[in-house]
């Protein structure tokens, strides 16, 4: 018992360490492989200059720069001057490295043999797949001629902080960096990721909101890194500039609304100091309000404004700590200690980005440094609560709950009627009952069976793979008892099966809706003695989804016109009345179309009803397909269709109704007989403007409208404004 804690402590060490081991040896490999140049910087403060005006600055104009000095947040554009040396060794291909990945726009300058710059671009502000190099930083790679005859010029904007850290590499420097940055970087996350773990069992396990609070702030602490290093755009949203640009802000005000929801339940202010309990509320509105505001508004000045608020919050959150610990509260000290960690590193990053220290490891890596310190001293206090759990009284939690479970498991999924949001809640349930790595959901459709839901703990590649195996295995078919069988998965070589599934089939009244997969490694994960809950799990999932499915289906045929599929005249106007209030009480323009297929009747005659009602389905088929998501069509009756179209005007009404004629008339329809068929339509189109009242005045205008497309030859668009003149389109 004794020696746990010490196990635990070194382990914590170890994985401590690590990323800083890691770090000294990258920093060995950069001072042998990165080569020395000189920097000259400028300040644009308008940002006119061009790099014609550039190249014709005096040299007393420039300022020497020095690496790691901060110039802290500013709205100016600097261009800076690169001077290589004279002296290069012959490697064909050389990097520049900017270490900085939250520069917005980056433009790199080199000077051709006929004196004019070939310009090349980047920046977080663009798609990562526009990058040269595949790479957190931003890269470019420069032929020996350009190094040895050249010098180029930078030419970077930045919302943030600006900093442009730059080093020249050779080849195998710039590989044996990256490789040594990555592993770092791996232990980094690796560390974090197993202490968010960690937390979020003990919570699962105590149901103490405080560890729920601590790992989800080790989780913003990690997403706010990996953000700030490039590392999240490179990976996980490569196409969202947008996003990127404003994520390190919304992390950051993250971090801090958690940090003071955590400060709060683990110094229990709210109990021992209200007053100031009711302070960090409103400072948590306010990191709110700030947080949001940064989709919108200028990220410089709201980034430097959280990053006050901050400040603000770590002092009263320090001076909190000292009065618990000064009442008697033991936790308070691991809290103090912990936080002091976290808020040094943490502070040493924010002055490094406001410019009020310099670069270097320290300032560099603080809010790393002080996460994981902070990480190791308050898991000591965690570890005692763990080791205070004991055996019996888990066992009576784990059989107490499991019968919770199985109540409240009926009581979700019998309280909605939403097929989609039943069947998330089935396999959340299901985990709970049986805690395997993952599960799925099968539903018939048709001849087969499709996935209708996932739950567990694996990616998407694994939840693929394995999915593919379930989804053509023999067992999934044709069963209705429950089976455990062996589950290969592509790779495994061994006569052992790499994972056990257990298949639960959906029965209703003989009839097998689907069924609940749950997969896991270890084959005695599948309980005995919880197979008589799952079951009658299953029988209650089973109603369940007859229920959800047999109401869609009244749903849908009680707003939809069972011919074409498109919304029955009295949904429609359900509808469009949202529409046309919604118009009315914020003047939005709305605009409405009455459209009619021309000599309908003649089809009918010609070809009977059956060729008829074809060309009524393709119609709305082909409709649908031209309008946007927004807009709401219907059958009005008969060969006549309805659409409202929100946010238009009626030129732009108009232009819409000419497209879906034009496409209509130049595009046949195939109805299998030997000669497609070609047809016309004409249109009606009114617009609301402020004498209007109701949709019913709506559509009579522009029933009007169609009217006098019939008369005036067919095939047309006519189009009024409601209570305006004529005016024919």
């Known amino acids: 018992m004794h020696q746990k804690p010490h196990k635990f402590t070194l382990f914590f060490i170890i994985l401590f360490l690590l990323p800083f081991l890691i770090t000294g040896c990258q920093n060995q490999v950069e001072e042998m492989k990165k080569i020395p140049f000189e920097l000259k910087i400028l300040e644009d403060r308008n940002g006119e200059w061009r790099i014609s005006d550039i190249v014709q600055k005096p040299r007393s104009d420039w300022q020497s720069y020095q690496q790691g000095h901060q110039l802290g947040y500013t709205n100016a554009v600097y261009w800076i001057h690169v001077i290589p040396p004279t002296h290069m060794k012959p490697d064909p291909l050389w990097y520049l490295e900017i270490h900085n990945a939250s520069l917005d726009h980056i433009q790199l300058f080199v000077q051709r043999d006929d004196m004019t710059f070939e310009s090349r671009t980047t920046g977080d502000l663009y798609p990562f797949s526009q990058r040269e190099i595949n790479y957190k930083n931003f890269v470019f790679p420069l032929s020996s001629s350009q190094m040895i005859t050249e010098d ?256 409240q498991m009926t009581n979700s999924i019998t309280s909605t009627y939403d097929l989609n949001e039943l069947a998330e809640r089935i396999l959340p349930i299901m985990r709970q009952i049986l805690p395997t790595k993952n ?28 999915f593919h195996i379930i989804k053509n295995h023999d067992n999934l078919h044709n069963h209705e008892q429950d089976k455990l069988f062996p589950l290969e998965t592509s790779g495994n070589r061994s006569d052992r099966p790499s994972h056990w599934a257990l298949s639960i089939p959906i029965v209703y009244e003989s009839d097998i809706l689907g069924f609940i997969i749950l997969c896991d490694k270890d084959r005695d994960r599948f309980e005995d003695y919880k197979m008589e809950v799952i079951r009658s799990f299953s029988q209650t999932a089973a109603i369940a989804i007859k229920n959800s499915q047999l109401f869609e289906e009244v749903q849908l045929k009680a707003v939809t016109d069972d011919l074409t599929g498109l919304y029955n005249r009295r949904h429609f106007f359900e509808l469009a009345d949202i529409e046309m209030s919604r118009s009315l009480r914020y003047s939005n323009e709305l605009s409405i179309m009455m459209l009619d297929i021309d000599f309908f009747k003649r089809i009918n005659d010609k070809y009977g009803h059956i060729i008829g009602d074809e060309i009524l389905k393709k119609t709305a088929i082909r409709l649908k397909q031209r309008l946007r998501s927004t807009d709401i069509i219907g059958r009005f009756g008969g060969e006549e269709f309805v659409i409202l179209l929100p946010e238009t005007n009626l030129h732009d009404a108009v232009r819409v109704g000419e497209q879906l004629r034009t496409f209509i008339q130049d595009h046949p329809f195939d109805v299998g007989i030997e000669n497609d068929i070609s047809i016309t339509i004409s249109a009606g189109v009114a617009a609301v403007t402020k004498e209007t009242t109701t949709i019913d005045d709506l559509v009579e205008t522009a029933d009007r409208a169609l009217y006098k497309a019939k008369e005036s030859g067919r095939n047309t668009i006519v189009s009024r404004l409601i209570y305006g003149s004529d005016d024919p389109g």
Do not use: C
């Open 152 to 407: 180029f010029y930078l030419r970077i904007e930045a919302s943030g902080a600006m900093d442009f850290p730059l080093t020249l590499w050779t080849p195998d420097g710039f590989i044996e960096s990256k490789i040594m940055s990555l592993l770092g970087w791996g232990a980094f996350t690796g560390t974090m990721g197993i202490m968010i773990v960690y937390h979020l069992l003990f919570f699962v396990a105590s149901r103490n909101t405080a560890y729920f609070y601590y790992a989800a702030l080790m989780t913003g602490i990690l997403l706010f890194q990996l953000t700030d290093s490039g590392l999240a755009f490179q990976y996980l949203w490569p196409q969202f500039p947008g996003w990127n640009v404003s994520a390190p802000g919304f992390f950051a005000g993250f971090i801090l609304l958690v940090l003071v929801l955590f400060s709060q339940t683990f110094l229990q202010t709210k109990k021992h100091h209200p007053r100031m309990h009711n302070v960090l509320n409103s400072l948590n509105i306010m990191v709110v309000v700030i947080t949001t505001t940064l989709f919108f508004g200028n990220h410089s000045v709201l980034f430097r404004s959280l990053m006050y608020l901050s400040f603000i919050t770590f002092i009263i959150l320090i001076i909190l700590a000292v009065s618990r610990m000064r009442q008697g509260y033991s936790p308070a000290r691991y809290y103090l200690l912990s936080f002091s960690a976290l808020i040094a590193g943490g502070t040493a990053s924010m002055a490094r980005n406001l410019g009020f220290l310099p670069s270097n490891i320290l300032t560099n890596n603080g809010m790393k440094i002080g996460s994981l310190l902070f990480l190791i001293v308050l898991s000591f206090g965690i570890m005692n609560l763990i080791n205070a759990l004991k055996k019996e009284n888990l066992r009576i939690h784990q059989h107490r709950q499991l019968l919770e479970t199985l109540y």
């Open 439 to 466: 599960a799925f959901l099968f539903l018939k459709s048709g001849s087969t069976y499709k996935l209708k839901a996932s739950a567990g703990e694996y990616g998407p590649r694994r939840i693929t793979s394995i």
